[in-house]
């Protein structure tokens, strides 16, 4: 079955704790995107990869890494959460570029205390 | 820089009504648009979008959205609604040119009451 997916689904953290989400699509895809939803805000872009070992930030990069060493997967790695990262995000991937439509992951659930 | 807004947070309809989300965007020429959809639980997914050409767009799931350029504007829009519709709905743009991501709006939840 072709589909992103995110681990975990849920995480309860606390601030400066570094963790990373993981994301792999299945149907090689070369482009990869990361985005935080919260209230009020929508969808915002947070990481975007146009293939492997190319990156590139989006509206609201700050406190994110990310790496696209496969294309596959493309792991979001928050170095020293704060509390402003509560949020849920969704890896996303798509043919070629944001454009074309992009698959969503089901959704990771973050909370850092 | 583009924008999108979406005026409405929250719409009421009952099963079987119409159906119109309003989406007006910002952008110095015609951008590329785009409607998402979030059932509840899940992860988005492309009901239509616009490149170019015909301005009413046929997506799946029975919607349709009609780009004005002079009004700037993207509405979405089914003719009759059914219960498993209710959603959240966001409209997106991209630029022609420059950066590849898409900027989202903030999206209107729909309730459906039978």
């Known amino acids: 079955e072709a589909q992103v997916t995110q681990n975990p689904r849920y995480l309860i953290t606390v601030t400066g704790k570094k963790l990373t989400v993981t994301c792999s699509q299945n149907?090689?895809?070369?482009?990869m995107s990361w985005y935080r939803q919260d209230p009020g805000l929508g969808l915002r872009q947070i990481y975007y990869s146009m293939n492997v070992e190319v990156t590139d930030k989006g509206d609201v990069p700050e406190g994110y890494k990310v790496s696209r060493k496969e294309k596959r997967n493309f792991p979001l790695i928050l170095e020293s959460p704060s509390p402003n990262q509560t949020s849920l995000y969704f890896c996303?991937?798509?043919?070629?570029?944001?454009?074309?439509?992009?698959?969503f992951g089901p959704g990771t659930r973050l909370t850092v205390l | 820089a583009q924008s999108v807004t979406q005026p409405d947070i929250h719409i009421t309809v009952s099963e079987g009504a119409s159906l119109e989300l309003r989406c007006n965007y910002s952008?110095?020429?015609?951008?590329?648009l785009f409607w998402y959809v979030q059932s509840p639980g899940q992860g988005l997914q492309l009901l239509l979008k616009y490149f170019s050409g015909d301005t009413l767009v046929q997506g799946i799931k029975g919607f349709e959205a009609e780009f004005k350029r002079s009004q700037s504007s993207f509405n979405l829009r089914k003719p009759s609604v059914h219960w498993s519709d209710a959603a959240e709905y966001f409209c997106?743009?991209?630029?022609?040119?420059?950066?590849?991501?898409?900027?989202f709006g903030t999206g209107t939840r729909l309730t459906v009451i039978p």
């Open positions: 149907m090689n895809h070369e482009y």
């Open positions: 997106a743009v991209g630029a022609r040119t420059g950066a590849n991501n898409l900027f």
């Open positions: 996303a991937s798509s043919l070629q570029g944001a454009y074309n439509e992009q698959f």
């Open positions: 952008y110095g020429a015609t951008p590329y």
